[in-house]
């Protein structure tokens, strides 16, 4: 029977040029971390990106001399992945992060959420366009979309009110999307801004 080495003897082996030492602790702890972030991120990609980022961060504290070992590197490197799950939300929401310096501008922090005059332009187009769409549905498909999207409507409502069970407004929704997803690709349509 094949004794394991031990987390932190591997990190010394690592610390005193072992390169496979690395290489075993990351195929040893690679499911939890992995596992770990994903459950926060939910996107493959990003996953691996922070993944790699923990190990890079990882190698870099190892070689400054700046672990202090308390058999507890798990631990260690979940808590570095965590700290980068945070920084990546911060950075996606565009989160301003302040240094303190001295050309503080209080309008970077503060923001106003009506919509320019190009960008209300540009939702009233969408708006237009995305009613003309509907136009195309059947009549069915587009009584339930129209409850439930612009009166917001609950298919127990939808259902009441057209006559329906619930399963029938909830397919006739499913197919108005569906429908909807055809024509615009059909034509090309893009319904951003």
């Known amino acids: 029977m094949k004794l394991q080495?031990?987390?932190?003897?591997?990190?010394?082996?690592?610390?005193?040029?072992?390169?496979?030492?690395l290489e075993v602790l990351i195929n040893r702890h690679n499911q939890r971390i992995t596992s770990f972030i994903y459950s926060k991120v939910l996107d493959k990609d990003i996953t691996e990106d922070i993944f790699q980022d923990t190990f890079i961060k990882v190698i870099k504290t190892l070689k400054r001399g700046k672990y202090s070992e308390e058999g507890k590197f798990l631990p260690w490197v979940m808590r570095i992945s965590h700290n980068l799950i945070i920084d990546h939300f911060r950075r996606n929401k565009r989160m301003p992060i302040f240094e303190g310096s001295d050309d503080f501008n209080i309008f970077s922090v503060i923001g106003d959420d009506k919509l320019n005059a190009e960008k209300q332009l540009i939702k009233n187009?969408?708006?237009?366009?995305?009613?003309?769409?509907?136009?195309?549905?059947?009549?069915?498909q587009k009584e339930v979309l129209l409850m439930r999207i612009y009166k917001?409507?609950?298919?127990?409502?939808?259902?009441?009110?057209?006559?329906?069970?619930?399963?029938?407004?909830?397919?006739?929704?499913?197919?108005?999307?569906?429908?909807?997803?055809?024509?615009?690709e059909k034509n090309n349509i893009v319904l951003t801004n």
């Open 152 to 184: 917001d409507m609950s298919f127990k409502e939808i259902s009441e009110n057209t006559g329906v069970s619930i399963n029938t407004a909830l397919g006739r929704m499913r197919y108005a999307l569906i429908n909807l997803r055809k024509i615009i």
């Open 5 to 21: 080495i031990e987390d932190s003897e591997l990190v010394r082996d690592y610390i005193s040029g072992d390169e496979g030492a």
């Open 125 to 140: 187009q969408i708006d237009t366009d995305l009613r003309q769409l509907v136009e195309e549905l059947p009549d069915d």
